[in-house]
């Protein structure tokens, strides 16, 4: 069975927060805890999917957080400037499941500010999909483009169609 694709938001710290969200915004999973290695922050999420992107509320990303996302080949996504306090609420507001602290509450805002910067990115990959190619291959070409840099939807299709 072929996995979810996820985008993971990451608090690091001495209590990790970190949520989960697909690529349409519903929220997988949102937890915290305590001296959460890397390693078992990664064990923990790909149970629940393929991540492909990470995101952060800060800039520049700490060094967790860079090595989260190198550990799952996936695309890191922060701020131009640290996200506020403000910023990180109203992000967080429409969700249906509630931050239980502060740390999960800036991994909900991280991985929702991640997803919003690839939204437009998701659109045109599935509206090429629709006119051009195959849409039944969305998950792949969309796994392939954010995870391998430069490429384009063309390339990602080809290279799927060469495997099958």
Known sequence: MKKKLTVLG?????TVGYALLDLNGNTICVGSRRNLSISNLVLKIIEYGKVVV??????????FVKEVSKRLNAMLIYPQKNLTIKEKKR????????PKNRHERDA???????LKRIKHLLEKIDTALK???DIKVADEVKEIILTKKGLTIERAFKTIKKKK
């Not at 909900?108 to 991640?114: C, D, K, P, Q």
């Open 54 to 63: 990470v995101g952060c509320d800060v800039s520049p990303p700490p060094r």
């Open 91 to 98: 992000l967080v507001r429409l969700k249906k499941k509630e």
């Open 10 to 14: 990451v608090d690091p710290g001495a």
């Open 108 to 114: 909900l805002a991280s991985a929702i500010f991640a």
């Open 131 to 133: 006119k051009k190619y």
